[in-house]
Nanobody
Framework: VQLVESGGGLLQAGGSLRLFCAAS????????IGWYRQAPVKQRDLVAA???????YYANFVKGRFIISRDNAKNTVYLQMNSLKPEDTAIYYC???????????????WGQGTQVTVSS
């Protein structure tokens, strides 16, 4: 199973970006998918997550600005980021709990990350 993120970039504060995370490989279904971010010398934090049924979670620092969504048929998750701030600058990673048929529980897979840089 592979997760590939894309959509990152450099932009000014107040702008918007849409991140993509596509999963491929031996996938029967995907449980929870989450977006995380990690800034230099900081821990990796959960930004938002979405279940297979569409229930969502947002960290307080992105509530009202970011929207997570998924397309189960395409095994893809999106993160719409609006009103971006310089403190949103980080590498953004997606993590998916994947049922591949090898186990009767989901196994977590991470993408390689995509850089988001917001200038003031």
């Amino acid at each position: 199973v592979q997760l590939v993120e894309s959509g990152g970039g450099l932009l000014q504060a107040g702008g918007s970006l849409r991140l993509f995370c596509a999963a491929s490989g031996r996938i029967l279904s995907i449980n929870v998918i989450g977006w995380y971010r990690q800034a230099p010398v900081k821990q990796r934090d959960l930004v938002a997550a979405i279940t297979s049924g569409g229930s969502t979670y947002y960290a307080n620092f992105v509530k009202g600005r970011f929207i997570i969504s998924r397309d189960n048929a395409k095994n893809t998750v999106y993160l719409q980021m609006n009103s971006l701030k310089p403190e949103d600058t980080a590498i953004y990673y997606c993590k998916a709990g994947v049922y591949s048929g090898s186990y009767n529980f989901p196994v977590d897979y991470w993408g390689q990350g995509t850089q988001v840089t917001v200038s003031s």
